[in-house]
Every structure is written in structure tokens, then in C-alpha cells.
């Protein structure tokens, strides 16, 4: 179990001005017409699920679960709210929130990876420990954090888009560069997973192509550097051998011209 603590089932009817939101916020946007539906239905129908808070004094209670509730009650116009008191301690609270919307709230992609990691690195819960509290493998656990390499602004073209988790995937391994641009090109053309799979493969070897050509580029460019070299020193042995041999180099748009003049008597004398 969770805590220690047995729950306190009887409920409570909080004043909505004595409610705070929890510290540890696990979701970062709310969607304005959910809102206004469940606020809705909460006018009409009341509030069927109670969130759970828990008190910090007697004109103060910290929202553990329930914070669309909450805020949907708010825009209803309620005075008080039904609630279920938790006797925990804050950090007890914390992981009880945060496990209650992974399994409970709609959270993004994004915001879900965020919830583990923060359960991981702040509440010292190991990757198997958060994987069985949501009845889920600890690979899960691991594909979903691996989406946290996404740039803040990849994240948002890709919530703002409903760009799939299948797509987001698809690009995952790619670098930066890459993977901007093809998740730009499924967000502006509406392309299905095969589709952009086609798109993925198609850039890849087209960048293959152009990296081979960059290299072999680099190889001639290196070889060339070689043979001047080689060059030199021949042009240096000869000076050090008594041939007053001198060189020089021009470069034009096209060419890079080496010249290099040797006396006629040093020729022949050779020959000799």
C-alpha cells in the first residue's frame, strides 16, 4: 500500500476558497472546451466523482487528485465541492497525485513522460516500481521517457498537430534536423504512419547519397594535398642535391597551377 494511513471515507464539503492546487501539477494544459462540458455537466448533474485533497490547516486543503474537477466546479459557479480527506505526507501526496493522473487523467505523451521522470529523479521510484503501480512493463516506462528527447518546440508542433505517438516514434531515432522537418511535413499533409515511413526512408537515402558524396569530395581534396606535398619534398631534395630548381603556384577559378623550373645545365649535366 501507498500509506501507512487507512482513507477517510466519509466525505467532505469543502468551500472551493479553501482549496489550493497541489505544488507538483502534473498536467500543463487543461483544454478549454472539456472544461466547459464537464462544468456543464456538473451544473446539471453535480459532481459524481469527490477529488481528494489533502489539509494543511483548517481554511486550507491541497488538491492530491481531481484538478480538471476542480477547476470545472470553479467555472460552474459552486461554493463548495465534495471531497475525501487524505492523511498523508507531502511527499506521500506527491506520488499519490502524480500515479493518480497517469492512470486516470488524460495526460499527453509528453506530460505522462514527465510525471515518470519526475517520479524517478524526486520521489526515488525506480523504473519496475512505476511500471507495476500502473500495471504496465518497465520497457513502457522506458519507450514513454525516451520521448523526452523532443525539443520544447518539437513537443508543441507535435500536441499542436495530434501528430500520433506511432509517427512521433517513426522519428525518434532521427537527428534534429531530420525529424523537424518530416514531423512538419506530417502536420502540414495529414500523412499516414506508411507514409511517412516512405518519407523517412527516402530522405535518409537521399542524405546517405549526399554524405557519400561529401566524403569521396573530402578524399580527392586530401589526395591532391598529398601528391603537393610530395611534390614539395622532391623540389626541396633537389635544392639540397645542388639543383638550383624554383617553383611557384597560381590559382584561378578552375585551376591551381604549380610551375616548376629547372636549369638546363643542371638537366644535362644529370645526363651525363
Known amino acids: ?19 489550493i492546487s497541489g505544488k ?35 481554511e486550507e486543503y491541497e488538491i492530491v487528485s481531481g484538478e480538471r474537477r476542480f477547476r470545472a466546479s ?10 475525501i480527506v487524505l492523511k ?8 499519490f497525485s502524480l500515479l493518480e493522473n497517469l492512470q486516470h487523467e488524460r495526460l499527453n505523451m509528453f506530460e505522462e513522460a514527465n510525471v515518470m521522470k519526475f517520479l524517478i529523479t524526486e520521489c526515488r521510484m525506480s523504473k519496475l516500481q512505476i511500471a507495476r ?17 523532443f525539443s520544447e518546440e518539437e513537443q508543441q508542433l507535435i500536441i499542436k498537430h495530434n501528430i500520433s505517438e506511432s509517427h512521433v516514434r517513426a522519428v525518434l531515432f532521427l537527428d534534429r534536423e531530420l525529424r523537424k522537418d518530416i514531423l512538419t511535413q506530417v ?32 578524399f580527392i581534396i586530401k589526395d591532391v594535398r598529398i601528391f603537393l606535398n610530395t611534390f614539395t619534398k622532391a623540389l626541396e631534395v633537389m635544392k639540397s642535391s ?31
Open 187 to 218: 502536420a502540414d499533409y495529414s500523412l499516414t504512419i506508411s507514409q511517412t515511413e516512405q518519407l523517412i526512408d527516402k530522405i535518409l537515402k537521399s542524405h546517405d547519397k549526399k554524405q557519400h558524396k561529401n566524403q569521396s569530395e573530402r
Open 133 to 149: 503501480r500502473l500495471g504496465k512493463t518497465a520497457s513502457v516506462v522506458s519507450d514513454r521517457l525516451a520521448l523526452l528527447d
Open 88 to 95: 498523508c505526507t507531502e511527499n506521500q501526496s506527491v506520488i
Open 242 to 272: 645542388g639543383i638550383d630548381a624554383q617553383s611557384s603556384q597560381s590559382e584561378s577559378d578552375e585551376y591551381i597551377e604549380y610551375c616548376v623550373r629547372i636549369p638546363k645545365e643542371s638537366f644535362y649535366s644529370q645526363k651525363k
Open 24 to 58: 507538483i501539477p502534473s498536467r500543463t494544459y487543461f483544454d478549454p472546451k472539456e472544461l466547459r462540458v464537464l462544468s456543464e455537466s456538473i451544473i446539471r448533474n453535480g459532481v459524481l466523482q469527490p477529488i481528494i485533497v489533502r489539509k494543511l490547516s483548517s
Open 1 to 19: 500500500m501507498l500509506f501507512s494511513t487507512e482513507w477517510r471515507n466519509r466525505l467532505h464539503y469543502i468551500p472551493l476558497d479553501y482549496i
Open 74 to 83: 470553479l467555472m460552474a459557479g459552486l461554493d463548495e465541492i465534495p471531497c
